[in-house]
Every structure is written in structure tokens, then in C-alpha cells.
């Protein structure tokens, strides 16, 4: 079946370095959806990607998705400690109709 | 407006018990998903309804999970009887529809250890 591949698992900041995770998929993917999870808490939705080489930035967040729409990215500039958290990606699947949800990358942010 | 509800947050219970979650979606919300969260992964899908139909149910142990969705708004999960395993949150979702476009909603999860 599909699957999403995110890479790094972990990652160990000092504050202020910038951040990045990637996620990969082997099929073209309708669009991606990326999470934060802090610690202890429930998913909560950043942003979702649709066209080919889309990029869109929240403040120090800045998303982008591949033209081949297989792969996407999550980079975080000059981190802060409010950033941990672990963050996934998520594609629907062919049908449209059930999210397929990547392993998630790990933040965390020495101060 | 109000987001998804779930209760209990917590539970702990020994093995071979059982245990119910409950889930109150947000209102207008036709589709509900229940994941579960292992500590360290990412969610799992366990069960997927639009209204009070099953879209997706290929992951739910069925043999010891069941959930269902009366009137297609409140849901229950229910674990009988509970393994060592089974202990993680319990994540309930909701989303206006299953479109591509759209998010789930998460609720804050019910915390289950099984003992």
C-alpha cells in the first residue's frame, strides 16, 4: 500500500539553528498535510499542499512540495524552544478517502 | 466553536479487562476517525465512519476492538478484553467530509495503560 517516509526520526537542536524534515513517497501524492504534536498533546494541523511545487510559509515555518508531488519538506529558521515537538506529514491515499501518515520527526531544541 | 470531545482522558486497567472511549465530534462533522498512538509512532488508523457507516476498518483488531457510531454523531471504542499491547492514546478525529482537501480535527485523546 502507500506509505509516507519521513526522515530524520530525531533531531537535536541548538536554539536558533534552523530545522528541517522530509518527507518522501515512492507514488504521486493528491496533496500533504503536516502536524504538530507537542508533547503529551493531540495532532493539530499546520498547513496542507496541493500544486506541484508549492511553497508557503507560516512566520518560521516554511513548506514546500516537489514537483513530481512525491516528496515535501518542513523547514523551521532559527528555531525556538516553543518549535518541540514531533511533526508529521500525512497524503491522502488513492482513493482520496483515508489519510496515510508518516513516523514523524522528533524536535528537539537545547536553550 | 467547540472541538472534539473524548472522556476519559486517562485510564488504567490490568490486562483482560475491558474499556470504552467515547468521542463527541464536532457538530456538522459527518466523518470520525479513532487512531491509536502508540508512544514514539505516528497515529494508526483503527476505524474511519461517514455518519454512521464504517468507511475503513482494515486496521481494528477485531477480535477484542469494536466501535460504533449511533445516529452518526457520538462514538464509542471499546477494548474486551485489553492486552498488554493495547496501551497508548486513543485518538478521536472528526472532519466535515472525507475529501482530499480537508483536515481531521483531533481530540485531546484518552491515555489508556493496561497493567
Known amino acids: 500500500g502507500q506509505q509516507v517516509m519521513q526522515i530524520p526520526q530525531y533531531q537535536h537542536v541548538q536554539e536558533g539553528e534552523d530545522f528541517t524534515t522530509y518527507c518522501n513517497s515512492s507514488?504521486?501524492?493528491?496533496?500533504i498535510q503536516w502536524y504538530k504534536q507537542r508533547p503529551g498533546g493531540h495532532p493539530v494541523f499546520l498547513i496542507q499542499l496541493v500544486k506541484s511545487g508549492e511553497v508557503k510559509k507560516q512566520k518560521r515555518l516554511t513548506f514546500q512540495f516537489g514537483e513530481a508531488k512525491k516528496n515535501s519538506s518542513l523547514h523551521i529558521t532559527a528555531t525556538q524552544t516553543t518549535d518541540v515537538g514531533t511533526y508529521f506529514c500525512?497524503?491522502?491515499?488513492?482513493?482520496?478517502?483515508?489519510?496515510?501518515w508518516g513516523l514523524g520527526t522528533s524536535l528537539a531544541v537545547n536553550p | 466553536e467547540a472541538g472534539v470531545a473524548q472522556s476519559p482522558r486517562y485510564k488504567i486497567i490490568e490486562k483482560r479487562q475491558s474499556v470504552a472511549f467515547w468521542c463527541n465530534p464536532i457538530s456538522g462533522h459527518a466523518t470520525l476517525y479513532w487512531y491509536q498512538q502508540i508512544l514514539g509512532q505516528g497515529p494508526k488508523l483503527l476505524i474511519q465512519?461517514?455518519?454512521?457507516?464504517?468507511?475503513?476498518d482494515s486496521q481494528l483488531p477485531k477480535d477484542r476492538f469494536s466501535a460504533e457510531r449511533l445516529k452518526g454523531v457520538d462514538s464509542t471504542l471499546k477494548i474486551q478484553p485489553a492486552k498488554l499491547e493495547d496501551s497508548a492514546v486513543y485518538l478521536c478525529?472528526?472532519?466535515?467530509?472525507?475529501?482530499?482537501?480537508?483536515?481531521?480535527?483531533f481530540g485531546p485523546g484518552t491515555r489508556l495503560t493496561v497493567t
Open positions: 465512519f461517514q455518519n454512521n457507516g464504517v468507511v475503513d
Open positions: 500525512a497524503a491522502y491515499a488513492g482513493n482520496n478517502r483515508k489519510l496515510i
Open positions: 507514488t504521486t501524492l493528491s496533496n
Open positions: 478525529a472528526s472532519s466535515p467530509t472525507p475529501k482530499y482537501n480537508v483536515h481531521p480535527y
